[in-house]
């Protein structure tokens, strides 16, 4: 039996490209590194460069009071620890939970851990396996300030940034699934990019450097962006609604007429048509964040 319970002592559950960078920093920062994995084998490298490989996650949570879990998604994190004997082992010790999921997820488990006597911390990770380690890295947590402080000395190894966000367990998660909607949209938006491109025979390597281009002229459109949303005032100065809803439509017409899906564009325009139909033509785009949600919190009165 493997048993290490003092603070430089870290398990991690779960040994995707992910979990493997993670395991493979701890190791890089000295820590007793122990880990374990559903299928065997994916521990190899790591076992030869220090960690302990562990049998079944029991035994890995056995070894470690801090419990890293990582993989697919919450019913992957359920099917490993909602399990007796690995329920047992994780009573009084704590989990720190780097699962991508939902905000719901996250307070779901946070309530079974407490009803287990296991202390919870949720987190997200921002930027690719490849940062882990590095100064890239970024962290994001939440969950009890004073255990995040006494096992920050611990994700510390891992590199990057780390972010408490706050005592409510599910404010990593909102952030995560905020932040990986910018992310997917855009993505989507640059393969939609490229499928138009292509039509009219540029390629996506022609395309590239313009596309790069465009990125870097978001950060200041996302700072000014956010100051409108929280104040209520969206000035369209620079770019009113019915122009942006102009070059929307275009994007629709050209992709429809070479027979490309445009659902993406006209779900964008169709909001767009609607902040107008409300009189709001002459503000800026993010006008329309108060047609998706009315009644989000913090947001200022009578602006619609
Ligand atoms: P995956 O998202 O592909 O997860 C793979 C891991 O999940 C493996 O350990 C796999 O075990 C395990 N798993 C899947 N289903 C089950 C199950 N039913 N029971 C037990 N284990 C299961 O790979 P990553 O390591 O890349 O991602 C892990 C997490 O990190 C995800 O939530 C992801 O969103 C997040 N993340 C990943 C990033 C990246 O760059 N890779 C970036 C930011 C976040 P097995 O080997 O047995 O299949």
Redesign the pocket.
């Known amino acids: 039996m493997i048993s290490h319970t003092d603070q430089s002592a870290v398990t991690v559950l779960?040994?995707?490209?992910?979990?493997?960078a993670l395991a493979g920093a701890f190791l890089d920062a000295g820590l007793r590194t122990t880990v374990w994995?559903?299928?065997p084998g994916?521990d190899r490298e790591l076992v030869e460069r220090g960690a302990a490989g562990a049998r079944s996650p029991e035994e890995a949570v056995a070894a470690s009071r801090l419990v890293v879990v990582?993989?697919?998604?919450q019913?992957?994190g359920d099917?490993?620890m909602r399990h007796g004997p690995v329920t047992d082992a994780l009573k009084e010790r704590t989990v720190v939970n780097?699962?991508?999921?939902t905000p719901d997820r996250a307070r779901d488990t946070a309530t079974w851990a407490a009803e287990h006597g296991i202390e919870y911390l949720d987190g997200?990770?921002?930027?690719?396996?490849t940062t882990i380690g590095t100064p890239a890295a970024v962290f994001l947590h939440s969950g009890a300030s004073e255990l995040y402080r006494r096992h920050r000395p611990v994700l510390d190894a891992l590199g990057g940034t780390h972010t408490h966000l706050g005592e409510d367990i599910g404010r990593a998660a909102a952030y995560d699934i905020a932040l990986l909607d910018v992310f997917w949209t855009a993505m989507a938006g640059y393969a939609h990019a490229i499928a138009l491109a292509r039509a009219e025979g540029v390629t996506a390597r022609e395309l590239a450097p313009f596309a790069k281009g465009i990125g870097t002229i978001l950060p200041a459109i996302f700072e000014r962006g956010a100051e409108e949303v929280d104040s209520g005032r969206f000035s369209g100065e620079d770019n009113p609604i019915t122009s942006a809803v102009s070059s929307m439509a275009h994007i629709v017409h050209t992709s429809e007429a070479h027979g490309i899906d445009a659902g993406v564009m006209r779900a964008a325009e169709g909001l767009a048509r609607r902040a107008i139909g409300r009189g709001h033509g002459t503000d800026g785009f993010l006008r329309i964040t108060e047609i998706l949600n009315p009644d989000a919190p913090g947001r200022p009165v009578a602006t619609l």
């Open positions: 779960g040994l995707g490209p992910m979990g493997r994995n559903r299928t994916k990582c993989v697919v998604n019913d992957a099917a490993i780097l699962t991508a999921d997200a990770i921002m930027t690719p396996a």
